[in-house]
């Protein structure tokens, strides 16, 4: 036999579940929002730099002089460049995927959306980025960077620019 549970203890029941997954949410929404180490697929990595004023090979530095950020350390490149980004209803740099190279970019300062998608899972999402997040996109994966506010970026990958690789994308959520 169940034994008897008054309507207040099931209410008190009710409203602790309600809690938890409000905190639950709210802690994936924070993750998801500060973009630490968030994996949408194989294809996309995010990552924001430690800061700290210990020996690491990739770190933000951030004293009352300025900042010293140590982006990517014992990695090869072949390709480095650098763009900034109003906000704006049609300022967008990307709209594009690629089917050879990696991509990596840094972001220097401001904030910006990218909206990616998986163009082998259709697994689309757009996540918000902010200086020192570091991103890497992958082959086959559509992006699209919009400045939420004035933001400047650094991009470099592996290999010589190849505008062949360069194929359009415009069916962003």
Do not use: W
């Not at 207040?8 to 009710?14: F, G, M, Q, W, Y």
């Not at 770190?59 to 109003?86: T, V, W």
């Not at 959306?113 to 559509?142: F, K, Q």
């Amino acid at each position: 036999m169940l034994p008897v549970v008054s309507p207040i203890v099931k209410l008190v029941a009710i409203f602790t579940l309600i809690i938890v997954l409000m905190k639950l949410r709210l802690s994936l929404g924070a993750l998801r929002d500060n973009c630490e180490d968030f994996v949408m697929t194989e294809k996309i990595k995010i990552e924001e730099l430690p800061v700290s004023e210990e020996f690491l090979r990739e770190k933000r530095l951030l004293q009352d002089r300025g900042e010293l950020a140590l982006i990517a350390d014992g990695q090869p490149f072949r390709h480095l460049g650098y763009f900034s980004l109003n906000p704006g209803e049609n300022h967008f740099r990307g709209g594009h995927y690629h089917k050879g190279k990696t991509e990596h970019f840094y972001v220097i300062s401001g904030e910006l959306e990218v909206s990616l998608v998986d163009l082998e899972t259709n697994e689309e999402t757009t996540i918000r980025l902010r200086a020192g997040h570091r991103v890497r996109i992958r082959p086959m994966c559509a992006h699209r960077f919009r400045a939420v506010e004035p933001a400047q970026v650094i991009e470099y990958y592996d290999a010589l620019y190849d505008p062949e690789d360069d194929h359009p994308y415009h069916d962003f959520c």
